[in-house]
């Protein structure tokens, strides 16, 4: 935890309840509702101008937060009315906030919704576990225009999902360290402007809770350097199972592999070889029987499922595990639900639809199902998609949020294979290597200037999106 970037943390609502426990201990929380409220008002003077607004304060600890920014916008001159959805706590700080708004109060807050140029919603915050009282979703879904203090109520905090109904905000201004909620779909489309703010909460607070959660950013890990007594197996070996039939695919891997930088690019064919030998100048074609290639101990990381037949898994990936191979597994591999067939695998990188036809539909919510396949199946889960998971099977959770509709493509699917098999090749440990591989296909889909990009396009952008990425781990540093 202490090796890696701390801004790059996700705090469950639980964690955060945990630190600001701990801040408590050096600064008075009610220190700490003031910050929290001067951060928000000052996000606020600086996006618009003075207009109307109503505050919806809850009973709690955000509620407190709102009264702050309630009383700081009127003192900017700003005409402003709280709406209070509950009473806090008799000797709370949220009571003491509240106790500080001397203005306007008002009780007809259907009326007053509809009214507001904004509504700042401080009702719940990320604690709300339940769903969100009706009444309460239907004066959200009246406001025109809505900011949000810490999250959207409505939204859970850990997973994103919305409980009954959520309201859209344009800005979410939250604290300390973002949640996964913050950037885990659906809820993510509802933060509108996300800003983190700093409130004095000291960083090593972070250090005494187990953190599983990150944002998938360069500094969470880093990538390889390239030392002068480098050779090609230095770099890495990547080898391919070609398909006979779909052999675009594989051969997608392999030129993203080759953009990537890995050392060797092989690609064992397993129908007629022509197609690949015509391929590339520096791709290998391999002759020998799969059972003779596994034999060349250089040679630890495979791709098994790129255009291949179940016929096809079922005949390779036993051998490769069964040799004790790296096996990034995709595609093809996804065909039935015999999970058994996937234990032994480093890395497997289901889309929603393979992954819920191997592992059934999701019950609780995607993060929870992605750690139980990858407990099961004791591999990296890639769970790919606008916000792509990237779970290990310690539980370690990283959230992707660098990408875009460009990756949309088909082929997409087997780059990304190529880029995460050169960087295990290269010595990354699983997690590591997958999280680096997804942002650096996201960044190869901005760096296109085509806004229809197709998978060469995107492959021929890696070595500047590897490159991207070092550059801003240092910039980080």
């Known amino acids: 935890m202490k090796n890696q970037n701390t801004d790059l943390v996700l705090l469950t609502p639980l964690q955060m309840q945990i630190v600001d426990k701990a ?47 309630a009383r700081l916008l009127a003192k900017a001159g700003w005409p402003v009315c709280v709406g209070a959805i509950g009473k806090p706590k008799a000797g709370s700080d949220a009571e003491y906030a509240a106790r500080q708004w001397c203005g306007k109060t008002v009780e007809n807050l259907e009326a007053y919704v509809e009214k507001a140029s904004l509504v700042v919603d401080a009702i719940f915050g990320a604690g709300l576990t339940s769903n969100l009282d009706c009444r309460i979703a239907d004066l959200l879904r009246k406001a025109k225009r809505v900011i949000a203090v810490d999250i959207p109520s409505g939204i859970d905090g850990e997973t994103g999902q919305i409980k009954g109904y959520a309201p ?73 199972i070609g398909g006979s039939q779909m052999t675009g695919a594989a051969r997608l891997s392999a030129h993203a592999a080759l953009n990537m930088g890995a050392g060797l690019v092989h690609i064992l064919p397993l129908g007629n070889n022509e197609i690949y030998s015509n391929f590339s100048a520096c791709l290998i074609v391999d002759n020998d029987p799969l059972e003779d290639v596994i034999q060349d101990e250089r040679r630890k990381v495979w791709v098994c499922g790129p255009g291949l037949s179940i016929k096809d898994v079922r005949r390779t ?47 609780e919510d995607k993060v929870s199902a992605a750690r139980q396949a990858a407990v099961k199946t004791g591999a990296v889960v890639v769970l790919k998609g606008a916000d792509t998971l990237i779970v290990a099977p310690d539980g370690r959770v990283a959230i992707n949020q660098h990408a875009s509709a460009r990756l949309a493509t088909a082929g997409s699917g087997d780059t990304l294979t190529g880029i995460i098999a050169t960087l295990l090749a290269s010595g990354m440990p699983e997690w590591e290597s997958a999280c680096a591989a997804v942002w650096m296909h996201g960044e190869a889909g901005y760096l296109c200037d085509h806004s229809w990009p197709n998978a060469e396009m995107l492959a021929n952008n890696l070595g500047k999106a590897r490159d991207n990425a070092k550059i801003i781990k240092k910039i980080d540093n």
């Not at 490769?320 to 191979?325: C, F, Q, Y």
């Not at 996804?334 to 539909?361: A, C, N, Y």
């Open 317 to 363: 990936l036993p051998i490769l595990i069964a040799a004790g191979k790296k096996v990034i597994a995709d595609a093809g591999v996804f065909q039935t639900d015999q999970i058994d067939m996937l234990k032994g695998t480093s890395i497997i990188t289901p889309h929603m639809g393979e992954f819920k036809r191997v592992f059934g539909e999701i019950i």
């Open 168 to 240: 859209y905000a344009e800005l979410t201004v939250s604290f300390f360290r973002a949640k996964p909620g913050h950037y885990l779909l659906p809820g993510r489309e509802h933060m509108g402007v996300l800003v983190i703010k700093d409130i004095s909460i000291l960083t090593n607070t972070i250090f005494t809770i187990d953190i599983k959660y990150w944002l998938n950013e360069p500094g969470l890990w880093e990538i390889p350097r390239a030392e002068i007594e480098d050779y090609k197996y230095r770099r890495g070996a990547v080898s391919i």
């Open 23 to 69: 801040a408590a201990k050096t600064i008075p929380v009610k220190q700490l509702m003031e910050n929290a409220g001067w951060a928000v008002t000052q996000e606020i003077l600086k996006r618009y101008k003075p207009c109307s607004v109503l505050i919806l304060c809850g009973p709690g600890n955000n509620g407190g937060d709102g009264y702050v920014v």
